[in-house]
């Protein structure tokens, strides 16, 4: 089944290739959305997919580039939205 995740993720999660790390690991796992930092600071994922799939990309992105410090994480289910394709957006 198919699922939706808006997931924000706060700490020094800028400036430490965050968005790509997730890219790249979303790509591997068939994810859909897209990942932006946020002005506040935080990053924020779009992500949608099989939902054995999506467990593992959440725990992934729960870790984070190595020098990332991550102080939390809100995750809430939405409404899927059908991406094409799984995105960095500036």
Known sequence: ???H???????QVQGV?????AKEKADSLGILGFVQNEPDGAVYIEAEGEENKLDE???FVKQGPSIAKINRIE?????VKNYNGFEIRY
């Open 1 to 3: 089944m198919v699922k």
């Open 5 to 11: 995740y808006n997931i924000r993720i706060y700490g």
């Open 17 to 21: 290739f965050f968005r790509d790390f």
């Open 57 to 59: 990309f959440i725990n």
């Open 75 to 79: 995750i809430t289910e939405d409404q």
